[in-house]
Structure formats: C-alpha cells, structure tokens
T-cell receptor
Framework: LAKTTQPISMDSYEGQEVNITCSHNNIATNDYITWYQQFPSQGPRFIIQGYKTKVTNEVASLFIPADRKSSTLSLPRVSLSDTAVYYCLVGDLNMFSGGYNKLIFGAGTRLAVHP | NAGVTQTPKFRVLKTGQSMTLLCAQDMNHEYMYWYRQDPGMGLRLIHYSVGEGTTAKGEVPDGYNVSRLKKQNFLLGLESAAPSQTSVYFC?????????????FGPGTRLTVT
C-alpha cells in the first residue's frame, strides 16, 4: 500500500490559486490517485482522480509527473467556501478482487481560505 | 435523489448500552461501507459489503457488527458501547469497485459514549 504525505495545513486568500502536493513514493503500477474534499460536519466528497499526466474537471486540476511519485491538486481562484480538508488517496480501488486493499484516508490537508 | 442518508445524526450512549446506526442509499449501489473518524484524523474502514446479504471486516472491526439484509440498507451495531467508540461515523456507497468508482458519503452520525 502506497503511503501518502501531504502538508498538514495551508492558508490562502480569496481569488488565489492553491496547489496542494501529495507525495507517494511507493506508488504501484496499478494505483490511481484520488482526491476527496471534506467540509466541517460533512462526509468526504470526491473531487478528482487520475493515473498520469493531467486531469481537469469543473472543480480542480490534478497534475501527475511522469514518475508518479507525487501529485498536485490545483484549485483555481479559491473562495471562502473552499475551506475544507483535502485528502490524497493512492491505491488500486478494485478493493475486493484477489484480496483486500484498503482506501487509506490520512489526516489530510486543512486548507483555510481568508477574505 | 436523497443519496446516502444516516440515522440518527447525534446520539449519546452510556458505557455498555447498545445501538444500531442505519445507512440508506437510493442509488442502487452494490457496495456499502462504514467508516469512523476521530478528531483530527482521517477515516478508518470498519466494515463493508459487496452486495445484499454479504459483509466483511475492514480495518477496525472490533466492537462492531453489521448487516445488509436489503441492498439499500447497511446497519452498524454496537453491542456494548465503550468510550473508545466515541467518534463520527460515516456511511458510504459506490456502484462498483475499480479506479473509476467514487464513494458517496452520508452526512455522518456523531456518537458520544460516556
């Protein structure tokens, strides 16, 4: 199981671009990289997922270098409502074939957006 | 579509009491999960189910039991509550397994055991 390391907290201001980097040096060939967002008193919410290069959706972009040992979640022009905890998860999400692979939620990165 | 709902939202138990948390999903998902989240920490998987009538242990199953009698419902039981089970409990579901399947989470149940 690939362990992930991400900053404990980050601060930003409204309108800025925020980049949260996650390190996963032991990522396996079949592993995907997934990011979830969790607001206070709510369950996590899927943001974006990728395998390599760049993925973009209406919420964020995910940059994955060729060696896949890290990934960067990019949030363009953040607002106060982006204040949340962001989790980077790495794993083969086919949890139940040939064994049990856990989805590991670490402590995440606590992003605070200020006016 | 209500998505994933959890009942109750809050509960206070005394040590030794029992209770059942109910999770319901209306998305016809095969897979359902129960997690717990302690303050300042990520989620840890308690039990999961790959379909109606099946359950399996996750990372921290001790002290909990589950049942999946109907596809849309996943119940988490505490037979004899302990203070160490004070936590926020999240239920989730997904349509399948594999890299493209995201998990949909409920709003959580905040449980305090005194």
């Amino acid at each position: 199981l690939a362990k992930t390391t991400q900053p404990i907290s980050m601060d930003s201001y409204e309108g800025q671009e925020v980049n949260i980097t996650c390190s996963h040096n032991n990522i396996a060939t079949n592993d995907y990289i997934t990011w979830y967002q969790q607001f206070p008193s709510q369950g996590p919410r899927f943001i974006i997922q990728g395998y390599k290069t760049k993925v973009t959706n209406e919420v964020a972009s995910l940059f994955i270098p060729a060696d896949r040992k890290s990934s960067t979640l990019s949030l363009p022009r953040v607002s106060l409502s982006d204040t949340a905890v962001y989790y980077c998860l790495v794993g083969d999400l086919n949890m139940f074939s040939g064994g049990y692979n856990k989805l590991i939620f670490g402590a995440g990165t606590r992003l605070a957006v200020h006016p | 579509n209500a998505g994933v709902t959890q009942t109750p939202k809050f509960r206070v138990l005394k040590t030794g009491q029992s209770m059942t948390l109910l999770c319901a999903q209306d998305m016809n998902h095969e897979y359902m999960y129960w997690y717990r989240q302690d303050p300042g920490m990520g989620l840890r998987l308690i039990h999961y189910s790959v379909g109606e009538g099946t359950t399996a242990k996750g990372e921290v199953p001790d002290g909990y039991n589950v049942s999946r009698l109907k596809k849309q419902n996943f119940l988490l039981g505490l037979e004899s509550a302990a203070p160490s089970q004070t936590s926020v409990y999240f239920c989730a579901s997904s349509i399948g397994t594999g890299p493209s399947y995201e998990q949909y989470f409920g709003p959580g149940t905040r449980l305090t055991v005194t």
